[in-house]
């Protein structure tokens, strides 16, 4: 059975710092794709952050020079280092995994809270 374990979620300032850990588990076969989501209230899920298994990575826009994400593939594990949040950071983060293309495998964490308010 497959399993992504998200942790690291919570409550902190504006300015502040969270890590966001997420492990997969179950998975048979190469984990080639790895991500970040999230979703804010009343809005569409997006792309947060993503790095590949050769270490490719890819940040949105609104998160470059903030956010860094990282993987310990030994682990099937991926990290967000998220720093300088701000309150629009705010969402429900979802970690998610894809094998290669050919496969068409795709599973989600159940997602972790992220506010940031004062």
């Known amino acids: 059975q497959v399993q992504l374990v998200e942790s690291g979620g919570g409550l902190v300032q504006p300015g502040g710092s969270l890590r966001l850990s997420c492990t997969a588990s179950?998975?048979?076969?190469?984990?080639?794709?790895m991500g970040w989501y999230r979703q804010a209230p009343g809005k569409q899920r997006e792309l947060v952050a993503s790095?590949?298994?050769?270490?490719?990575?890819n940040y949105a826009d609104s998160v470059k020079g903030r956010f860094t994400i990282s993987r310990e593939n030994a682990k099937n594990t991926v990290y967000l280092q998220m720093d300088s949040l701000k309150p629009e950071d705010t969402a429900v983060y979802y970690c998610?995994?894809?094998?290669?293309?050919?496969?068409?495998?795709?599973?989600w964490g159940q997602g972790t809270q992220v506010t940031v308010a004062s």
């Open positions: 790095i590949t298994s050769s270490g490719v990575t």
């Open positions: 998610n995994e894809q094998g290669p293309r050919i496969t068409g495998r795709s599973n």
């Open positions: 179950g998975i048979s076969g190469t984990i080639y794709f």
